[in-house]
T-cell receptor
Framework: DTGVSQDPRHKITKRGQNVTFRCDPI?????LYWYRQTLGQGPEFLTY????????KSRLLSDRFSAERPKGSFSTLEIQRTEQGDSAMYLC????????????FGQGTRLTVV | QQQVKQSPQSLIVQKGGISIINCAYE??????FPWYQQFPGKGPALLIA?????SEKKEGRFTISFNKSAKQFSLHIMDSQPGDSATYFC??????????FGAGTRLTVKP
């Protein structure tokens, strides 16, 4: 257990439905990342937060995707109108910038869109 | 745009052998180069990392070799063990901003 928890671990949804994932980072970590990982590939950067501010979004993050970190603690990633191509593992990672550069990953949420 | 290129995609090594995985990067602003190990169903976990002010870092059986001029770095696993069988990802970041990962190498160590 890395201290980063993600919920749910698995999600099966029908195409067109909305889904929301939650990430609880390590409490003293001020930076939080979302990645998407498809089978056999490395994690692809989606977005990151410094405290509650969303500082960068990848081009992979279409307008159907939105992420929030309202109080600088937990974060949510919502996908609207899901498509089969959204099926992937969604990983969250956190870092305490300035103290330790190691990124701690959660176990991910595996999304299957049917 | 793939900023970190990793090879090979898969690697099979006999127990006791040396596993070598290579990565190349493009962005000269990258200043932190970690390697992550991922087991099935788990998130990646940091294995070892290097900064560009040194050319080599060793931790136990794991060594990173770094060539700044060639913009390349590699992971060497000495005396590879079946328990090392996992997927390995190299990564690069600039001041902890959007860490970029390689595509991964699936290592199988045969007993």
């Amino acid at each position: 257990d890395t201290g980063v928890s993600q919920d749910p671990r698995h999600k099966i949804t029908k195409r067109g439905q909305n889904v929301t994932f939650r990430c609880d980072p390590i409490s003293e970590h001020n930076r939080l990342y979302w990645y998407r990982q498809t089978l056999g590939q490395g994690p692809e950067f989606l977005t990151y937060f410094q405290n509650e501010a969303q500082l960068e979004k990848s081009r992979l993050l279409s307008d159907r995707f939105s992420a929030e970190r309202p109080k600088g603690s937990f974060s949510t990633l919502e996908i609207q109108r899901t498509e089969q191509g959204d099926s992937a593992m969604y990983l969250c990672a956190s870092i305490r910038v300035g103290m330790n550069t190691e990124a701690f990953f959660g176990q991910g949420t595996r999304l299957t869109v049917v | 745009q793939q900023q970190v290129k990793q090879s090979p995609q898969s690697l099979i090594v006999q127990k006791g052998g040396i596993s070598i995985i290579n990565c190349a990067y493009e962005n000269t602003a990258f200043d932190y180069f970690p390697w992550y190990q991922q087991f099935p169903g788990k998130g990646p976990a940091l294995l070892i990392a290097i900064r560009p002010d040194v050319s080599e870092k060793k931790e136990g059986r794991f060594t990173i070799s770094f060539n700044k001029s060639a913009k390349q770095f590699s992971l060497h696993i000495m005396d590879s063990q079946p328990g090392d069988s996992a997927t390995y990802f190299c990564a690069a970041s600039n001041n902890n901003n959007d860490m970029r990962f390689g595509a991964g190498t699936r290592l199988t160590v045969k007993p």
